[in-house]
């Protein structure tokens, strides 16, 4: 199943009530479950994000469903990416080399 990272920022709202920041993040994992979408790991970080959720979905409107959910709630602003695993980058890599062209075909 394709994996997708979401970077996510506290709205103002969001930090206002950060003490519940850990029962918002099991109820949604347990929400968009019943969706067919398991959030893998969920990090709490410093820096520029202040959570980044790993999560599996079965395609890209499923993952863009939870992006949108997620931030429909008040608390939190996401950026959300597919992410690829060694298998499938080798895949995608090999594609790439068959589409190049030799440079006289460029000019």
């Not at 994000?49 to 709630?73: G, K, Q, R, W």
Request: charged share 25%.
């Amino acid at each position: 199943m394709p994996m997708y990272i979401s970077l996510v920022s506290f709205t103002e709202e969001g930090i206002k009530s950060v003490k519940e920041t850990g029962r918002r993040a099991e109820a949604f994992a347990q929400k968009v479950k019943k969706k067919g979408i398991t959030i893998k790991n969920t990090f709490w970080t410093i820096g520029s994000y202040d959570i980044v959720h790993i999560f599996e979905a079965p395609d890209c409107n499923a993952a863009a469903t939870v992006a949108f959910a997620l931030s429909s709630m008040g608390n939190v602003r996401t950026q959300t990416m597919r992410a690829f695993d060694l298998k499938e980058v080798t895949d995608i890599v090999e594609d790439v080399y068959e589409l190049h062209l030799d440079k006289g075909a460029l000019q």
